[in-house]
Protein backbone atom coordinates (compact mmCIF):
# COMPACT_ATOMS: atom_id res chain seq x y z
CA UNK A 1 0.00 0.00 0.00
CA UNK A 2 1.34 3.36 -0.90
CA UNK A 3 1.13 6.32 1.93
CA UNK A 4 -0.94 9.17 1.66
CA UNK A 5 1.50 10.96 3.82
CA UNK A 6 2.75 14.61 2.77
CA UNK A 7 6.01 14.57 1.77
CA UNK A 8 8.58 16.80 3.70
CA UNK A 9 9.85 19.79 1.71
CA UNK A 10 12.87 19.98 0.62
CA UNK A 11 15.21 22.95 -0.74
CA UNK A 12 18.41 23.54 -2.03
CA UNK A 13 20.33 26.43 0.13
CA UNK A 14 20.60 29.88 -0.98
CA UNK A 15 22.72 32.89 -0.79
CA UNK A 16 20.74 35.43 1.61
CA UNK A 17 19.65 37.85 -0.81
CA UNK A 18 16.27 40.63 -0.47
CA UNK A 19 13.61 39.46 -1.35
CA UNK A 20 10.13 41.28 -2.44
CA UNK A 21 8.32 38.45 -0.97
CA UNK A 22 9.67 38.52 2.70
CA UNK A 23 8.02 40.36 5.24
CA UNK A 24 10.94 41.12 7.62
CA UNK A 25 14.05 43.40 8.11
CA UNK A 26 17.39 41.66 8.46
CA UNK A 27 19.97 42.79 11.35
CA UNK A 28 20.72 39.39 12.89
CA UNK A 29 22.75 38.57 15.43
CA UNK A 30 24.52 34.93 15.84
CA UNK A 31 22.08 32.54 17.34
CA UNK A 32 20.48 29.43 16.93
CA UNK A 33 17.28 29.00 18.71
CA UNK A 34 15.69 26.27 20.32
CA UNK A 35 12.50 23.97 18.36
CA UNK A 36 9.49 25.69 18.12
CA UNK A 37 6.42 23.71 17.49
CA UNK A 38 4.81 24.09 13.99
CA UNK A 39 2.69 21.93 11.56
CA UNK A 40 3.58 21.39 7.90
CA UNK A 41 1.58 21.66 4.94
CA UNK A 42 3.06 21.27 1.46
CA UNK A 43 0.57 22.62 -0.38
CA UNK A 44 -0.38 19.66 -2.84
CA UNK A 45 -2.14 17.37 -0.02
CA UNK A 46 -4.79 18.34 2.99
CA UNK A 47 -2.61 16.71 5.30
CA UNK A 48 -0.61 18.15 7.81
CA UNK A 49 2.77 16.80 9.38
CA UNK A 50 4.04 17.78 13.01
CA UNK A 51 7.03 19.75 12.44
CA UNK A 52 9.36 21.84 14.65
CA UNK A 53 11.20 25.07 13.68
CA UNK A 54 14.31 26.29 14.77
CA UNK A 55 16.03 30.13 13.23
CA UNK A 56 19.62 30.57 13.26
CA UNK A 57 21.47 33.45 12.15
CA UNK A 58 24.84 34.71 11.64
CA UNK A 59 26.40 38.03 10.20
CA UNK A 60 23.23 39.52 7.62
CA UNK A 61 22.38 35.92 6.76
CA UNK A 62 19.60 34.20 8.60
CA UNK A 63 17.62 30.75 7.42
CA UNK A 64 14.68 28.61 8.64
CA UNK A 65 15.00 25.28 9.66
CA UNK A 66 12.19 22.70 9.39
CA UNK A 67 11.96 19.36 11.55
CA UNK A 68 9.87 16.61 10.34
CA UNK A 69 10.19 12.81 11.24
CA UNK A 70 13.90 12.69 10.90
CA UNK A 71 14.56 15.20 8.00
CA UNK A 72 15.62 18.72 8.30
CA UNK A 73 14.89 20.99 5.62
CA UNK A 74 17.11 24.73 5.71
CA UNK A 75 15.35 27.88 3.81
CA UNK A 76 16.47 31.27 3.68
CA UNK A 77 15.01 33.70 5.89
CA UNK A 78 14.36 35.66 3.09
CA UNK A 79 12.12 33.08 0.68
CA UNK A 80 9.70 32.93 4.14
CA UNK A 81 6.89 35.34 4.12
CA UNK A 82 5.88 35.66 7.63
CA UNK A 83 2.18 36.05 8.01
CA UNK A 84 0.65 38.58 10.31
CA UNK A 85 -0.70 37.53 13.50
CA UNK A 86 -4.85 38.24 13.83
CA UNK A 87 -6.25 38.09 17.33
CA UNK A 88 -5.00 34.69 18.79
CA UNK A 89 -4.68 33.23 15.83
CA UNK A 90 -1.57 31.20 14.79
CA UNK A 91 0.89 32.90 12.27
CA UNK A 92 1.64 30.84 9.21
CA UNK A 93 4.60 31.40 7.40
CA UNK A 94 4.06 30.31 3.59
CA UNK A 95 7.46 28.83 2.22
CA UNK A 96 8.72 29.58 -1.43
CA UNK A 97 7.59 26.54 -3.18
CA UNK A 98 3.87 26.99 -2.12
CA UNK A 99 3.90 25.08 1.39
CA UNK A 100 3.11 26.68 4.35
CA UNK A 101 4.02 26.18 8.52
CA UNK A 102 1.34 27.15 10.83
CA UNK A 103 3.19 28.05 13.80
CA UNK A 104 2.10 26.26 16.91
CA UNK A 105 3.67 27.96 19.63
CA UNK A 106 3.63 31.87 18.28
CA UNK A 107 4.74 32.98 21.69
CA UNK A 108 7.85 31.31 21.37
CA UNK A 109 8.35 32.48 17.25
CA UNK A 110 7.94 35.67 18.46
CA UNK A 111 10.77 35.43 21.09
CA UNK A 112 12.36 33.56 17.97
CA UNK A 113 12.71 36.68 15.90
CA UNK A 114 13.26 39.22 18.39
CA UNK A 115 16.26 36.69 19.76
CA UNK A 116 17.38 36.45 15.89
CA UNK A 117 16.90 40.66 15.64
CA UNK A 118 14.52 39.94 12.78
CA UNK A 119 11.41 42.42 12.68
CA UNK A 120 7.81 41.83 10.73
CA UNK A 121 5.91 44.76 9.71
CA UNK A 122 3.52 43.96 12.33
CA UNK A 123 5.54 43.99 15.27
CA UNK A 124 5.79 47.83 16.00
CA UNK A 125 1.82 47.65 15.78
CA UNK A 126 1.51 44.74 18.42
CA UNK A 127 4.01 46.68 20.68
CA UNK A 128 1.93 49.63 20.49
CA UNK A 129 -1.45 47.48 20.97
CA UNK A 130 0.14 45.77 24.96
CA UNK A 131 0.73 49.34 25.94
CA UNK A 132 -2.45 50.92 27.62
CA UNK A 133 -1.29 54.15 27.50
CA UNK A 134 -1.11 54.12 23.82
CA UNK A 135 -4.64 52.57 23.36
CA UNK A 136 -5.58 55.37 26.07
CA UNK A 137 -4.19 58.00 23.55
CA UNK A 138 -6.10 56.14 20.57
CA UNK A 139 -9.78 55.77 22.35
CA UNK A 140 -9.31 59.83 23.18
CA UNK A 141 -7.89 60.39 20.11
CA UNK A 142 -11.03 58.48 18.17
CA UNK A 143 -13.27 60.53 20.64
CA UNK A 144 -12.17 63.64 20.07
CA UNK A 145 -12.14 63.28 16.33
CA UNK A 146 -15.42 61.40 16.28
CA UNK A 147 -16.69 64.64 18.18
CA UNK A 148 -15.14 67.35 16.08
CA UNK A 149 -16.25 65.65 12.52
CA UNK A 150 -20.18 65.75 14.20
CA UNK A 151 -20.00 69.39 15.01
CA UNK A 152 -17.94 70.47 11.77
CA UNK A 153 -17.46 67.84 8.98
CA UNK A 154 -21.35 66.46 8.82
CA UNK A 155 -22.74 70.16 8.48
CA UNK A 156 -20.13 70.52 5.64
CA UNK A 157 -20.56 67.65 3.95
CA UNK A 158 -24.55 68.21 4.37
CA UNK A 159 -24.06 71.54 2.69
CA UNK A 160 -22.18 69.84 -0.25
CA UNK A 161 -25.07 66.34 -0.20
CA UNK A 162 -28.20 68.51 -0.31
CA UNK A 163 -26.47 70.30 -3.81
CA UNK A 164 -26.76 66.72 -4.96
CA UNK A 165 -30.26 66.07 -4.28
CA UNK A 166 -32.74 67.07 -6.95
CA UNK A 167 -36.05 68.88 -6.31
CA UNK A 168 -38.28 66.04 -7.05
CA UNK A 169 -36.62 64.12 -3.47
CA UNK A 170 -37.90 67.29 -1.72
CA UNK A 171 -41.36 67.23 -2.99
CA UNK A 172 -41.46 63.87 -2.24
CA UNK A 173 -40.15 64.15 1.38
CA UNK A 174 -42.46 66.84 2.23
CA UNK A 175 -45.56 65.24 1.03
CA UNK A 176 -45.00 62.04 2.69
CA UNK A 177 -44.13 64.71 5.78
CA UNK A 178 -47.03 66.68 5.71
CA UNK A 179 -49.40 63.52 4.90
CA UNK A 180 -47.75 61.40 8.56
CA UNK A 181 -47.83 64.97 10.82
CA UNK A 182 -52.03 65.24 9.42
CA UNK A 183 -52.80 61.79 10.36
CA UNK A 184 -50.92 61.87 13.48
CA UNK A 185 -50.47 65.69 15.28
CA UNK A 186 -52.29 68.44 12.65
CA UNK A 187 -56.07 68.65 12.18
CA UNK A 188 -57.90 70.68 9.94
CA UNK A 189 -57.98 74.38 10.07
CA UNK A 190 -60.64 76.69 11.78
CA UNK A 191 -59.25 80.10 10.36
CA UNK A 192 -62.18 81.17 7.80
CA UNK A 193 -61.36 80.99 4.12
CA UNK A 194 -61.25 85.02 4.10
CA UNK A 195 -58.69 84.74 7.01
CA UNK A 196 -56.54 82.26 5.14
CA UNK A 197 -56.38 84.70 1.74
CA UNK A 198 -55.58 87.56 3.70
CA UNK A 199 -52.61 85.40 5.17
CA UNK A 200 -51.57 83.67 1.83
CA UNK A 201 -51.74 87.57 0.72
CA UNK A 202 -48.81 88.58 2.50
CA UNK A 203 -46.99 85.32 2.52
CA UNK A 204 -46.83 85.71 -1.22
CA UNK A 205 -45.72 89.02 -1.39
CA UNK A 206 -42.59 87.88 0.86
CA UNK A 207 -42.05 84.73 -1.12
CA UNK A 208 -42.00 87.30 -4.84
CA UNK A 209 -38.93 88.67 -3.23
CA UNK A 210 -36.95 85.58 -3.58
CA UNK A 211 -34.81 85.93 -6.62
CA UNK A 212 -32.88 82.81 -8.48
CA UNK A 213 -34.54 80.47 -6.58
CA UNK A 214 -37.25 77.44 -8.74
CA UNK A 215 -38.42 77.17 -5.58
CA UNK A 216 -42.94 76.71 -5.60
CA UNK A 217 -43.43 78.24 -2.22
CA UNK A 218 -47.31 77.36 -0.98
CA UNK A 219 -48.67 78.49 2.32
CA UNK A 220 -50.59 75.23 4.46
CA UNK A 221 -53.03 76.15 7.48
CA UNK A 222 -53.51 73.16 9.97
CA UNK A 223 -54.38 73.06 13.99
CA UNK A 224 -51.24 72.10 15.61
CA UNK A 225 -52.79 69.87 17.94
CA UNK A 226 -49.88 68.53 20.02
CA UNK A 227 -47.49 70.81 18.98
CA UNK A 228 -49.63 73.89 19.39
CA UNK A 229 -48.18 77.33 18.00
CA UNK A 230 -45.66 76.75 15.69
CA UNK A 231 -44.81 77.17 11.95
CA UNK A 232 -42.60 74.57 9.95
CA UNK A 233 -40.70 75.06 6.91
CA UNK A 234 -41.00 71.77 4.79
CA UNK A 235 -38.51 70.71 1.80
CA UNK A 236 -39.67 71.87 -1.63
CA UNK A 237 -41.30 75.14 -0.10
CA UNK A 238 -44.23 74.33 1.71
CA UNK A 239 -44.82 76.62 4.90
CA UNK A 240 -47.08 75.29 7.80
CA UNK A 241 -49.01 77.70 9.81
CA UNK A 242 -50.76 76.66 12.83
CA UNK A 243 -54.08 78.14 14.32
CA UNK A 244 -52.59 78.88 17.53
CA UNK A 245 -49.52 80.77 16.49
CA UNK A 246 -51.91 82.82 14.48
CA UNK A 247 -54.22 83.35 16.98
CA UNK A 248 -50.77 83.84 19.28
CA UNK A 249 -49.44 86.75 17.28
CA UNK A 250 -50.43 90.30 18.26
CA UNK A 251 -50.93 91.87 14.48
CA UNK A 252 -50.18 90.78 10.90
CA UNK A 253 -46.54 92.12 11.53
CA UNK A 254 -45.64 89.48 13.52
CA UNK A 255 -46.95 87.19 11.57
CA UNK A 256 -45.08 88.65 8.26
CA UNK A 257 -41.83 88.75 10.24
CA UNK A 258 -42.20 84.39 10.90
CA UNK A 259 -43.27 83.34 7.25
CA UNK A 260 -40.13 85.53 6.32
CA UNK A 261 -38.22 83.64 8.59
CA UNK A 262 -39.51 80.38 7.09
CA UNK A 263 -39.15 81.54 3.68
CA UNK A 264 -35.14 82.20 4.64
CA UNK A 265 -35.32 78.23 5.98
CA UNK A 266 -36.62 77.67 2.55
CA UNK A 267 -34.19 79.11 0.64
CA UNK A 268 -31.54 77.91 2.61
CA UNK A 269 -32.78 74.34 2.02
CA UNK A 270 -31.95 74.00 5.93
CA UNK A 271 -34.66 71.70 6.37
CA UNK A 272 -33.31 69.37 4.04
CA UNK A 273 -29.80 69.35 5.20
CA UNK A 274 -30.99 68.99 8.78
CA UNK A 275 -32.44 65.75 7.71
CA UNK A 276 -29.30 64.50 5.62
CA UNK A 277 -27.21 65.85 9.08
CA UNK A 278 -29.65 63.36 10.88
CA UNK A 279 -28.89 60.78 8.92
CA UNK A 280 -25.16 59.21 8.66
CA UNK A 281 -25.25 56.65 6.10
CA UNK A 282 -27.03 58.81 3.56
CA UNK A 283 -24.84 61.61 4.58
CA UNK A 284 -21.60 59.59 3.42
CA UNK A 285 -23.14 57.87 0.17
CA UNK A 286 -24.24 60.95 -1.33
CA UNK A 287 -21.56 63.57 -0.11
CA UNK A 288 -18.77 60.84 -1.37
CA UNK A 289 -20.28 59.43 -3.90
CA UNK A 290 -23.11 61.58 -5.38
CA UNK A 291 -25.51 58.86 -5.28
CA UNK A 292 -28.97 60.02 -3.94
CA UNK A 293 -30.56 56.75 -4.57
CA UNK A 294 -30.88 56.98 -1.07
CA UNK A 295 -32.22 59.96 -0.02
CA UNK A 296 -35.76 58.82 0.00
CA UNK A 297 -35.39 56.61 3.18
CA UNK A 298 -34.98 60.06 5.03
CA UNK A 299 -38.84 59.98 4.82
CA UNK A 300 -39.37 57.88 7.14
CA UNK A 301 -37.72 60.30 9.80
CA UNK A 302 -38.44 63.24 8.00
CA UNK A 303 -41.65 64.15 10.56
CA UNK A 304 -40.04 63.52 13.62
CA UNK A 305 -36.23 65.10 13.15
CA UNK A 306 -38.66 68.57 11.67
CA UNK A 307 -40.92 68.50 14.21
CA UNK A 308 -39.18 67.57 17.57
CA UNK A 309 -35.13 68.74 16.39
CA UNK A 310 -34.21 72.60 16.83
CA UNK A 311 -32.34 74.32 14.08
CA UNK A 312 -28.60 75.09 14.71
CA UNK A 313 -28.12 78.39 15.32
CA UNK A 314 -26.18 79.00 12.22
CA UNK A 315 -29.48 78.09 10.50
CA UNK A 316 -31.65 80.69 12.39
CA UNK A 317 -28.49 83.40 11.59
CA UNK A 318 -28.88 82.77 8.08
CA UNK A 319 -32.98 82.38 8.02
CA UNK A 320 -33.48 86.00 10.20
CA UNK A 321 -31.20 88.06 7.89
CA UNK A 322 -33.21 86.95 4.61
Known sequence: MTSSRPRPLRFRPQRARKSARSSTSISVSDVTTSAIRARLYDGRTSGALDATLAIAASGHFASLTIHTAGTDTSVPFTAV????????????????????????DDA??????????????????????????Y??????????????????????????????????VDSFIATDTLRVLDRTTFHPTTLTTA????????????????????????????????IGANALALPSGIVVLTDELEQL??????????LAHEVGHLVNRHAMRMLVQASA??????????????????????PTVLVTAAYSRDFEREADAF
Not at 108 to 133: C, M, N, V, Y
Not at 281 to 291: H, Y
Open 81 to 104: HVGERVGETHRILQLPDGGSLEVI
Open 108 to 133: AFDAALEAAGLRTAEAPIRRLESRWR
Open 135 to 168: ALVAVVTTLLGSAGFLKFGVPALAARAVRFVPPS
Open 195 to 226: RQAQLRGIFTGIAAGVSGSDTHFRLEFRDGGS
Open 249 to 258: AKNDDELRGV
Open 281 to 302: TTLLIVGVFGDVSGVSSLAAVA
